[in-house]
């Protein structure tokens, strides 16, 4: 089974929100990924859609891992302890 997946990260006013939160692999678009491993330090908080819009903290909250099972384009926001 092929499939893609194509991720954007937007970032809140903090920098310092993209220098602490690690994405694995980083934005772009893959083939036949399987993943998305995020490293999220204590205090911040990251949302994602896969409906084109853009996440707020009302959309799906993740901490670690999102997996993938077909063509999927994901929108990140990460945003930082205030």
């Keep these: 089974m092929r499939f893609l997946c194509f991720f954007l990260l937007f970032l809140n006013v903090y920098v310092t929100a ?3 939160v690690k ?6 678009v893959y083939s036949e990924l399987k993943e998305i491993k995020l490293i999220v330090p204590n205090g911040f908080h990251v949302y ?3 409906d084109g819009m853009l996440p707020t903290s009302a959309d799906i909250h993740v901490k670690s891992t999102v997996f993938i ?6 929108l990140f926001a990460v945003y930082s302890p205030e």
């Design 23 to 28: 994405f694995l692999p980083t934005g772009g």
């Design 18 to 20: 993209q220098e602490q």
């Design 48 to 50: 994602y859609t896969t």
């Design 69 to 74: 099972s077909k063509n999927t384009t994901f």
